[in-house]
């Protein structure tokens, strides 16, 4: 499916997505998840956030917020 491009809207919930996770070192980088709600943009810095349940992450477990620039890939649903 590839990398989405352009505004917070063109990421789905329940899509699968590859994604770089902040302060892993860089062999142990990518990590598999779900998005799990709405992306939001911080209007201050216009970065859109998007909201990933890790794929070893609990269903009853808050999600991570990743930043949009950091999913590298959009896996089929």
């Not at 990398?3 to 770089?20: D, K, L, N, S």
């Not at 799990?36 to 349940?53: H, I, K, S």
């Amino acid at each position: 499916m590839g990398r989405p491009t352009g505004t917070a809207g063109a990421f789905q919930v329940g899509h699968q997505v590859v994604y770089h996770a902040a302060g892993a070192a860089e062999e142990n980088r990518s990590r598999q998840g779900m998005i799990a709600g709405a992306a939001v943009v911080d209007r201050y810095t216009e970065t859109t956030w998007v909201p990933v349940r890790a794929s070893e992450q609990a269903a009853d477990r808050e999600p991570h917020w990743v930043r949009a620039d950091n999913i590298v890939d959009v896996l089929a649903t």
